[in-house]
């Protein structure tokens, strides 16, 4: 086991070293300066640019120019932002948990909505009930999100009026910046009516949050589908039902756990998927959340916020899937599985 | 009444050439307190009567029969589930892999626990009940001879070596104190002393509480030193049944004849260093097989009419089905 995770961290290392390494290269594939690129200063003084030019100790070779800049990055400086001139941490410390606040609503609702439906189209195999379930998901699966978040925003928010159309909160409420989860904040904010507050947010984030998971749980639910026919039809299902036990026992006691394990990697790896819709729903429904700001920056040329929104976002996904690597493998009994001379 | 009556069982399998008759017209019947063995080379449907006797046979697969009685009750007209509420605490197996029959995610204390049937564990508050399922666990492993029993209840299947997986099936099957029993080959992979032991097992649970079993295997060793009746299968087709004894001193049938030459330790009077007899080529496929007596390409005695399937006959207590039995000469 120590093993394990000496490699899986390991592995977590580099990745991100080379994630680093890919940004670092970013400032000088950008148009430009690669010293504003990477500070982000747009100097005006010669003076000025030779004192970054120590600072990132580009009098040196490009290895030490590197082991500056991860230096720099552990510290904190990654460098300030073109449009606004604020500390580019900072920026995306405010962004970024919107996006993760976001993606994790939609994640829950996906496995919520596909794992049940999953169960009871794969327990149903070959008949009606798992025929329509597979049809319907298809349908889920083939709408783009783009198309789909749109047709939200026509029908529920613009026809109906039963949703508001973008934002995150409704202006009258004001709510200090803590953590950046909107719940969060306003529950801990000493707001007069935290409920009414707390509805409003809810109600901003229920069609964003619906156009991304309806993509997801479709996903998910095929992935569960399969998990389901393949453990039902295993020896020992068939021995468990010999042995006595009812249709629901044999389910909840074998079925549940053997087709939950092996998915949970593979549903791991839908985050990505998730977090890349949850950027093009941000930017339909204005959610203030890195990928709409990512967007923002692409379409001014803000080349540090391009390059720092980039680590921040592919940090994120890989750390989310290393972790759930280990969590599933802390998880599964067969993990002590040591390989056995065969006789 | 015999216990389980089963007349010609066929079981037809979908295969991409249409459907094949993995059995065919199989003839079995069990007495209470008889051991019976059922033997056959692999590929011969042994393990196909056994999942369709208790119903762990794949959906769509077509199981048709004359007769399926269990105790007098047919067991044809119910449906999978139904079946298997039948027989559920009555009928015990025995399944031929011990490790894909139990679940990789539980532990096998667990599993073991859950198969206790309520009747044996009587009533009283949980804690009563379940220091009652402990003990019953405990003792059941002890007597299939497992000594580590704490570490094997915690373990999971894939932690145990094999051998300790079979008794733990064995342990498992007998817990619900069945009727029948259905051993497909329960002693493989086993080391010659702990052979003996689940054997004597067995014999004295027949002697004393009156189980009966059928006993799969093709170990003819083990087989007739506990086995009263026997059955042969050759690619699901019942080949000859009878008495036990009746079937070694005198076979009618030439396949069970070359099966029982076939086992070294049956002809005593073999030489040293001289050659197994065996017959010619393999069992054949489900893709192809042969028309009527499926033994027909590979049988020393076989004639124009072997391509009908020739009907059972009966001597006594002794059946076989063979257009030219051994006790009759070819013209």
């Known amino acids: ?343 | 009444m015999p216990l389980l009556d089963i007349k010609n069982l066929t079981l037809e399998i979908e295969t991409a050439n249409g459907w094949v008759k993995a059995l065919d017209k199989i003839n079995l019947s069990m007495e209470a307190n008889e051991v019976r063995a059922l033997v056959g080379e692999s590929g011969s449907g042994k393990s196909l009567v056994v999942k369709s006797i208790v119903g762990a046979i794949n959906e769509g697969w077509q199981l048709t029969a004359d007769r399926m009685n269990w105790r007098g009750q047919d067991l044809l007209g119910l449906n999978q589930s139904k079946r298997r509420n039948v027989v559920k605490d009555e009928i015990a197996v025995i399944f031929q892999n011990p490790v894909s029959s139990l679940d990789p995610t539980a532990s096998l204390g667990e599993q073991l626990e859950e198969t206790i049937p309520d009747f044996l564990i009587g009533r009283g508050w949980f804690w009563q009940r379940r220091q009652r399922r402990k003990q019953l666990v405990t003792r059941q492993l002890q007597k299939v001879g497992i000594k580590n029993h704490d570490l094997c209840l915690k373990s999971f299947p894939h932690q145990i070596p094999d051998d300790i997986c079979q008794k733990f099936m064995i342990a498992m099957a007998l817990v619900s104190e069945p009727k029948l029993l259905i051993a497909d080959d329960p002693t493989r992979g086993m080391e010659t002393t702990t052979k003996g032991q689940i054997l004597k097992l067995l014999a004295r649970l027949n002697q004393t509480k009156g189980l009966s079993i059928l006993f799969v295997s093709h170990d003819l060793l083990a087989i007739s030193s506990m086995a009263q009746t026997m059955t042969v299968l050759y690619c699901g087709q019942t080949v000859e049944a009878g008495r036990l004894k009746k079937l070694r001193k005198r076979p009618l049938h030439p396949y069970t004849k070359a099966l029982l030459d076939s086992a070294p330790s049956f002809s005593k009077d073999l030489l040293p260093k001289s050659d197994l007899s065996a017959l010619p080529g393999t069992i054949p496929t489900l893709q192809h097989l042969p028309t009527g007596c499926r033994l027909g390409p590979r049988c020393p005695r076989a004639q124009k009419e072997c391509v009908k399937i020739p009907s059972m006959r009966r001597i006594h207590e002794h059946h076989y089905s063979c257009h030219f039995p051994l006790h009759r000469p070819i013209r």
């Open chain 1, 1 to 343: 086991m120590t093993y394990y995770l000496l490699r899986r961290l390991n592995l977590l290392i580099f990745t991100l070293l080379v994630l680093c390494l890919a940004s670092f290269y970013l400032a000088f594939l950008f148009p430009g300066d690669e010293l504003t690129n990477l500070s982000g200063v747009r100097f005006s003084t010669e003076s000025e640019r030779l004192q970054s030019f120590e600072y990132y100790q580009f009098d040196q070779g490009a290895f030490l120019q590197f082991i500056r800049y991860l230096e720099l990055l552990w510290q904190g400086e990654w460098g300030i932002s073109f449009a606004s001139n604020e500390p580019l941490l900072q920026e995306i410390s405010t962004f970024l948990p919107a996006s993760i606040e976001l993606s994790a609503y939609a994640l829950i609702l996906s496995l919520l909505i596909g794992i049940p439906l999953g169960f009871i189209a794969g327990l149903n195999h070959n008949k009606l009930t798992d025929y329509t379930i597979f049809s319907v998901s298809l349908l889920g699966y083939s709408v783009p999100v783009f198309w789909l978040a749109l047709l939200f925003i026509i029908v529920f928010a613009l026809q109906l009026g039963w949703f508001p159309i973008s934002g995150r909160l409704s202006l009258l409420y004001d709510i200090p910046h803590q953590t950046g989860f909107i719940i969060l904040d306003i529950l801990r904010s000493d707001l007069a009516d935290k409920g009414e507050a707390i509805k409003d947010a809810m109600l901003h984030m229920l069609l964003p949050t619906l156009s991304i998971s309806i993509v997801t749980s479709t996903i998910i639910l095929r992935i569960t589908r399969r998990s389901v026919i393949e453990v039902m039809s295993q020896e020992y299902i068939k021995a468990a039902y010999t042995r006595g036990l009812n249709h629901s026992q044999v389910i909840f006691r074998h079925g549940i756990r053997n087709a939950i394990l092996p998915i949970m990697p593979q549903l791991a790896l839908q985050f990505t998927t998730l977090l890349t819709n949850a950027m093009i729903v941000e930017t339909i429904f204005s959610w203030p959340g890195i990928g709409n700001w990512l967007i923002q920056a692409i379409y001014q040329g803000d080349y540090p916020a391009i390059r720092a929104g980039m680590l921040a976002v592919a940090g994120l996904v890989v750390i989310f899937t290393v972790s759930i690597d280990i969590m599933h493998k802390l998880i599964d009994p067969k993990r002590l599985n040591r390989q056995r001379v065969k006789i």
